[in-house]
C-alpha cells in the first residue's frame, strides 16, 4: 500500500491531486533518526513554484468536495480510521524511527487517531443548523424567519509537529475535510514521513484528488510564503510559540487555531495524597522524554509536606527505563536532535550554578537526557520559566496556595495546570484563578478526552480545540434570512 510514497532509494514523494510526485528541482532533505542518526528517509525540498500548484489544487478540488453530503464524507473517514489500524504495525515502526518515541506509545498514537477520526465522522453527522423566529427579537413580528447553516472556509493550511506527527496531524484533516475544506499538510520536518504515510492512508480511504495534498520543504524557504499565501483561507498551526507568534504577526485576515507551548504546573496541596499526586507527576512529567506541550513541567508544593513528595518522585523516576526505543521498551529515549539536549543541558546547568539540589538524573548521553529532578529551585532560575521539552522538573517549594497561584500565573504560558488536593473548595479556588485553558484536578496534565475542548491562553495558544470545537472552528454560519410573504 506505501510503496509509491517513495523511491527504491527511500526518497519519499508528496501527495499532489491524487498523485505521488517528486521534486522537480530534485532537492532533497535528509531525516535523520534521533535513535542512531541514521538516515530513516529524503523528503522534496520544494519550491514556491511547486507551492503555488498544490494550493491551487486544492482550491480547485474543493469546489466539489463541498458539494459532497456529509454522510458520504464520513463514510471516507470510517475507512481511513480502519485503514490506519489495519497498518498500525508499519506506521508505528516509522514512528519510532522517525522521531524516537517508544513503541507502545506510538501504537497508542495510532489507536488514539482512528478513535479521533471516527467520532470526527460521528459528531459532523450530528452537527444541525438551526432556525431563529425573528419575533424572538424586540420590535419585530412573525415575519422573518433566519436558516442557519455551516459553511466551509476553503483550503485550510494543517501545520502538524514532530512529537506527534500522526495524531496531530490527522486532528487537523479530519474535521476540515468532513465539512467540505480541502487540506493542505505542512508536517514538521522531522515527522514528514509520518505526515505522508497518513496521506496515504486518507487517500486509500477515497479522499477525491487534490482534497488532501502535502508539501514538504524547509521553513526558512517556503515557511513564510504558505502561511501568507493569497489562497490560503485558515490556518492549523502545532509547534513552538516562537514560531506560532511569528504566524500571527504575518497573516492577515485569516483566522487561526493554534497549539503552542506550555510550562504546565503541578500545585501540591497539603492535604493531597502524595502517591497519587507523584504518580501523576512523573506519569505527566517524564513520559517520551517530555516532548510534549502538555507534560508536567513544574512541581509548586506546599513546604509542610514538599520532603515527602520528593522522596515519592524520586522512588519513581528510579524505575524510569531509559534506553534505545527500537531495541527496548523504554520511558526516556532520545530527544528529537542534538540542539534539543544542548537547550536541555543548559537548563540544568543553569539550575546547578545558582544552587538547586539535584535530586535524580543530571547527566546526558548523546541525545538522551536522564530523567532529571531538582528540589529547591527559585524563581531566579531559568528552568522555574522556561519550556525545556526535556525529561527535567523543578520543585519549587510554596507556603500557600495564593503563592502558589501567584507563580503559576507569572508564566507566560497558560495551557494547563493540575491541582492535588482532596478539598474540592481548595481545588474550585485555585481552579477559578489560574491563567489557564484547562485546570485538571487530581490528576496530570493532558490533552484528552478528544471531544473535550483543548485551548491555551496568553502564549500557549489561540481558539479552542476537540472535536466539536475544531469542526466549528473550521466552518462557519450561513443565514439565510427568509422574509415572509403577507
Known amino acids: 500500500m506505501f510503496n509509491c510514497i517513495k523511491s527504491e532509494n527511500n526518497v519519499f514523494k508528496n501527495l499532489i491531486n491524487g498523485q505521488w510526485l517528486s521534486s522537480k528541482e530534485d532537492n532533497f532533505i535528509e531525516i535523520n533518526s534521533p535513535i542512531d542518526n541514521s538516515i530513516v528517509g529524503k523528503i522534496p525540498a520544494m519550491t514556491k513554484e511547486e507551492v503555488d500548484f498544490v494550493i ?31 497498518n498500525i504495525d508499519e506506521l508505528a ?23 479521533f477520526i471516527r467520532f470526527t465522522a460521528d459528531t459532523a453527522k450530528n452537527l444541525s443548523g438551526e432556525s431563529i423566529p425573528g419575533d424572538t427579537f424586540p420590535g419585530y413580528k412573525r415575519n ?23 495524531n496531530l496531524a490527522a486532528s487537523k484533516i ?31 480511504a477515497g479522499v477525491p484528488n487534490g482534497v488532501l495534498n502535502t508539501i514538504t520543504g524547509k521553513g526558512s524557504e517556503i515557511g513564510d510564503y504558505v502561511v501568507t499565501h493569497k489562497d490560503i483561507n485558515f490556518i492549523n498551526f502545532t509547534g513552538s510559540t516562537e514560531v506560532g507568534t511569528r504566524i500571527s504577526k504575518i497573516t492577515s485576515m485569516v483566522p487561526l487555531l493554534m497549539e503552542l507551548g506550555g510550562k504546565d504546573a503541578a ?28 507534560a508536567v513541567k513544574r512541581i509548586l508544593v506546599i513546604d509542610k509536606v514538599a520532603d515527602e513528595l520528593v522522596a515519592k ?35 540544568i546547568e543553569d539550575a546547578k550554578n545558582k544552587g538547586a539540589d539535584l535530586v535524580a538524573g543530571g547527566n546526558r548521553d548523546g541525545n538522551i537526557i536522564f530523567p532529571t529532578l531538582f528540589d529547591n529551585v527559585t524563581t531566579d532560575m531559568r528552568i522555574a520559566w522556561e519550556e525545556p521539552f526535556g525529561p527535567v522538573l523543578p520543585i519549587i517549594r510554596v507556603k500557600n496556595k495564593d503563592e502558589a497561584i501567584e507563580i503559576a500565573n507569572k ?76
Open 56 to 86: 491551487s489544487t486544492a482550491k480547485r478540488a474543493q469546489k466539489d468536495w463541498s458539494k459532497v453530503p456529509i454522510n458520504e464524507r464520513a463514510e471516507i473517514l470510517y475507512k481511513a480510521a480502519d485503514i490506519l489500524v489495519k
Open 93 to 115: 515502526e516509522i514512528m519510532v524511527r522517525e522521531i524516537g518515541k517508544d513503541r507502545k506509545s506510538s501504537r497508542s498514537e495510532i489507536t488514539r487517531t482512528a478513535d
Open 144 to 166: 422573518k424567519i433566519s436558516v442557519v447553516s455551516r459553511e466551509p472556509l476553503g483550503v485550510v493550511l494543517a501545520i502538524s509537529p514532530f512529537n506527534y506527527p500522526i
Open 174 to 204: 479530519a474535521p476540515a475535510i468532513i465539512v467540505g475544506n480541502s487540506v493542505v499538510l505542512k508536517p514538521a520536518t522531522q515527522g514528514s514521513l509520518c505526515g505522508l504515510y497518513l496521506a496515504k492512508v486518507f487517500q486509500e
Open 267 to 294: 500545585i501540591v496541596l497539603e492535604d493531597a495524597d502524595l502517591e497519587l499526586a507523584a504518580t501523576n507527576i512523573v506519569a505527566g512529567g517524564y513520559s517520551y522524554s517530555s516532548q510534549r506541550c502538555t
Open 313 to 347: 518522585v524520586k522512588e519513581k523516576i528510579s524505575k524510569l527505563k531509559v534506553g534505545n526505543p527500537l531495541v527496548d521498551d523504554v520511558d526516556i529515549v532520545p530527544l528529537i536532535n542534538k540542539k534539543a539536549a544542548d537547550y536541555v543541558s543548559e537548563l
Open 411 to 486: 508564566s507566560e504560558y497558560g495551557l494547563q495546570s493540575a491541582v492535588f488536593t482532596k478539598n474540592i473548595d481548595d481545588a474550585f479556588y485555585i481552579a477559578d484563578r489560574l491563567e489557564v485553558g484547562t485546570v485538571q484536578v487530581n490528576g496530570k496534565t493532558e490533552r484528552g478526552p478528544d471531544h473535550f475542548p483543548f485551548l491555551g491562553v496568553k502564549a500557549s495558544g489561540i481558539g479552542t480545540q476537540g472535536i466539536r470545537y475544531s469542526i466549528e472552528s473550521m466552518s462557519r454560519p450561513k443565514a439565510t434570512v427568509i422574509n415572509l410573504l403577507k
